[in-house]
């Protein structure tokens, strides 16, 4: 294959894997950044949970309080909270906790809430 072909068709393939709306908008959703401190993730989680975001589903006995670690519950809260209030104006920031992403964090009977 030419190199003209390649370098035509490769950028075509990137681009057509990324996962798209049928209106062209991303899917997005916001988790926790890994480099976030623990302290400063749980403060970030309060505010989530105190200010829209539904964290019963990481409740114990819930189908995402497992696995049960700071991270996974933040990803989950921050993530209900955004998608509830994007369309008001709302950011995956959470002073800097939190990040976007364009893979679907679900896993196992935990599924992430994802609104277009």
């Known amino acids: 294959m030419s190199s003209t072909l390649l370098m035509i068709l490769l950028p075509l393939i990137i681009l057509s894997s990324i996962p798209q709306e049928s209106d062209g908008q991303l899917e997005e959703?916001?988790?926790?950044?890994?480099?976030?401190?623990?302290?400063?993730?749980?403060?970030?989680?309060?505010?989530?949970?105190?200010?829209?975001?539904?964290?019963s589903k990481i409740q114990v006995n819930q189908p995402c309080y497992l696995p049960n670690t700071l991270k996974d519950h933040a990803s989950f809260a921050f993530n209900s909270y955004f998608q509830k209030l994007k369309h008001k104006g709302a950011s995956c920031y959470f002073a800097a906790a939190a990040i976007v992403t364009a893979l679907d964090p679900s896993h196992g009977s935990c599924k992430f809430e994802y609104l277009p």
């Open 29 to 55: 959703w916001c988790i926790a950044d890994e480099q976030t401190p623990d302290e400063d993730l749980q403060k970030a989680v309060d505010w989530a949970c105190g200010n829209g975001a539904n964290c």
